[in-house]
Protein backbone atom coordinates (compact mmCIF):
# COMPACT_ATOMS: atom_id res chain seq x y z
CA UNK A 1 0.00 0.00 0.00
CA UNK A 2 1.60 3.44 -1.27
CA UNK A 3 2.50 5.56 1.65
CA UNK A 4 4.34 8.75 2.62
CA UNK A 5 6.05 10.53 5.90
CA UNK A 6 5.31 13.64 6.76
CA UNK A 7 8.31 15.34 8.79
CA UNK A 8 9.85 18.56 9.92
CA UNK A 9 13.75 18.54 10.09
CA UNK A 10 16.61 21.01 9.86
CA UNK A 11 19.88 20.19 8.12
CA UNK A 12 22.07 20.45 11.05
CA UNK A 13 25.14 20.82 8.60
CA UNK A 14 23.66 23.65 6.78
CA UNK A 15 22.72 25.57 9.57
CA UNK A 16 26.00 25.20 11.26
CA UNK A 17 27.78 26.41 7.96
CA UNK A 18 25.20 29.66 8.21
CA UNK A 19 26.21 30.06 11.33
CA UNK A 20 29.86 29.91 10.57
CA UNK A 21 29.42 32.48 7.62
CA UNK A 22 27.56 34.62 10.30
CA UNK A 23 30.40 34.42 12.47
CA UNK A 24 32.88 35.57 9.47
CA UNK A 25 30.85 38.39 8.44
CA UNK A 26 30.22 39.80 11.80
CA UNK A 27 34.04 39.82 12.45
CA UNK A 28 34.54 41.82 9.62
CA UNK A 29 31.75 44.60 9.86
CA UNK A 30 32.98 47.71 11.32
CA UNK A 31 30.20 48.37 13.58
CA UNK A 32 30.88 45.22 15.40
CA UNK A 33 34.89 45.68 15.55
CA UNK A 34 35.58 45.20 18.85
CA UNK A 35 32.28 44.53 20.27
CA UNK A 36 32.96 41.04 21.40
CA UNK A 37 29.76 39.62 19.24
CA UNK A 38 29.43 36.36 18.44
CA UNK A 39 27.83 33.18 17.52
CA UNK A 40 27.59 29.96 19.25
CA UNK A 41 26.17 26.29 17.90
CA UNK A 42 25.54 23.87 20.65
CA UNK A 43 23.17 21.32 19.80
CA UNK A 44 20.15 22.72 18.26
CA UNK A 45 20.51 25.94 19.89
CA UNK A 46 22.07 29.51 18.36
CA UNK A 47 23.12 31.59 20.89
CA UNK A 48 24.06 35.33 19.98
CA UNK A 49 26.79 37.76 22.49
CA UNK A 50 26.46 41.41 21.72
CA UNK A 51 26.80 44.25 23.80
CA UNK A 52 23.98 45.87 23.37
CA UNK A 53 19.64 45.13 22.13
CA UNK A 54 20.02 46.51 18.99
CA UNK A 55 23.57 44.52 17.58
CA UNK A 56 21.50 40.95 18.79
CA UNK A 57 19.11 42.71 15.77
CA UNK A 58 21.07 43.03 13.59
CA UNK A 59 23.38 39.73 14.44
CA UNK A 60 19.61 37.76 13.93
CA UNK A 61 19.35 39.40 10.84
CA UNK A 62 22.39 38.62 9.79
CA UNK A 63 21.74 34.78 10.79
CA UNK A 64 18.50 35.04 8.86
CA UNK A 65 20.45 35.69 5.42
CA UNK A 66 22.66 33.08 5.64
CA UNK A 67 20.13 30.55 6.70
CA UNK A 68 18.21 31.90 3.95
CA UNK A 69 20.78 31.28 1.29
CA UNK A 70 21.43 28.04 2.51
CA UNK A 71 17.77 26.98 1.89
CA UNK A 72 17.04 26.17 5.50
CA UNK A 73 13.76 27.93 6.57
CA UNK A 74 13.55 30.43 9.17
CA UNK A 75 9.95 29.04 10.42
CA UNK A 76 11.82 26.08 11.47
CA UNK A 77 13.61 28.88 14.33
CA UNK A 78 12.44 30.13 17.89
CA UNK A 79 13.73 33.03 19.00
CA UNK A 80 13.51 33.43 22.75
CA UNK A 81 13.67 37.14 24.36
CA UNK A 82 16.91 38.72 24.52
CA UNK A 83 18.65 38.83 28.19
CA UNK A 84 20.23 42.13 28.66
CA UNK A 85 22.64 42.23 31.62
CA UNK A 86 24.81 45.38 32.29
CA UNK A 87 27.13 45.40 29.46
CA UNK A 88 25.88 42.25 27.53
CA UNK A 89 23.02 41.07 25.79
CA UNK A 90 22.58 37.21 24.79
CA UNK A 91 19.68 35.85 23.06
CA UNK A 92 18.90 32.09 21.87
CA UNK A 93 17.61 30.71 18.94
CA UNK A 94 16.28 27.03 19.27
CA UNK A 95 15.88 24.53 15.95
CA UNK A 96 12.76 22.96 15.84
CA UNK A 97 12.88 19.24 15.04
CA UNK A 98 10.09 17.10 14.75
CA UNK A 99 6.35 17.03 14.85
CA UNK A 100 5.35 17.36 17.86
CA UNK A 101 1.86 15.81 19.01
CA UNK A 102 -0.02 19.08 18.83
CA UNK A 103 0.53 19.73 15.04
CA UNK A 104 0.48 16.07 14.33
CA UNK A 105 -2.73 15.85 15.73
CA UNK A 106 -4.01 18.96 13.32
CA UNK A 107 -2.40 17.29 10.33
CA UNK A 108 -4.47 14.12 11.64
CA UNK A 109 -7.33 15.82 11.44
CA UNK A 110 -6.71 18.25 8.65
CA UNK A 111 -6.68 15.18 6.60
CA UNK A 112 -9.76 13.31 8.28
CA UNK A 113 -11.78 16.71 7.76
CA UNK A 114 -11.25 16.87 4.09
CA UNK A 115 -12.36 13.26 3.79
CA UNK A 116 -9.72 12.00 1.10
CA UNK A 117 -9.07 8.50 0.66
CA UNK A 118 -6.18 8.46 2.29
CA UNK A 119 -5.37 7.63 6.56
CA UNK A 120 -2.89 9.27 8.70
CA UNK A 121 -1.39 8.18 11.60
CA UNK A 122 0.87 9.42 14.15
CA UNK A 123 4.06 7.83 14.81
CA UNK A 124 6.69 9.34 17.14
CA UNK A 125 7.99 12.36 15.32
CA UNK A 126 6.61 12.23 12.07
CA UNK A 127 2.92 11.36 10.61
CA UNK A 128 2.79 8.44 8.44
CA UNK A 129 -0.07 8.85 5.57
CA UNK A 130 -1.13 6.00 3.65
CA UNK A 131 -3.40 5.64 1.16
CA UNK A 132 -4.81 2.48 -1.98
CA UNK A 133 -3.69 5.68 -4.84
CA UNK A 134 -0.33 6.81 -5.05
CA UNK A 135 -2.77 10.15 -6.53
CA UNK A 136 -4.32 10.21 -3.43
CA UNK A 137 -1.24 10.89 -1.59
CA UNK A 138 -0.31 13.53 -4.37
CA UNK A 139 -3.50 15.39 -3.49
CA UNK A 140 -2.83 15.33 0.21
CA UNK A 141 0.78 16.50 0.05
CA UNK A 142 -0.22 19.40 -1.93
CA UNK A 143 -2.71 20.10 0.79
CA UNK A 144 -0.64 19.73 3.54
CA UNK A 145 1.62 21.62 1.20
CA UNK A 146 -0.79 24.90 1.30
CA UNK A 147 -1.76 24.41 4.95
CA UNK A 148 -0.75 26.98 7.19
CA UNK A 149 1.56 25.29 10.23
CA UNK A 150 3.62 26.89 12.31
CA UNK A 151 6.41 24.90 11.49
CA UNK A 152 7.63 23.73 8.12
CA UNK A 153 6.70 20.44 6.43
CA UNK A 154 8.78 18.33 4.56
CA UNK A 155 7.61 14.56 2.51
CA UNK A 156 9.88 11.41 3.41
CA UNK A 157 9.79 7.96 2.95
CA UNK A 158 7.40 8.41 -0.61
CA UNK A 159 6.93 3.99 -1.03
CA UNK A 160 4.12 3.10 -4.13
Sequence with gaps: MPSFDVISEVDLHEVANAVDQASREVNTRFDFKGSGAKYELAE??????????????????????????????????????????????????????????????????????????????????????????RDDLQECMAMLRAGEFEQPLQFDNFRD
Design 44 to 133: SVITLTAESDFQLQQMMDILHLKLAKRNVDIASLKADDPQITGKQAKQTVTLIQGIDTTLAKKIVKLVKDRKMKVQAAINADKVRVTGKK
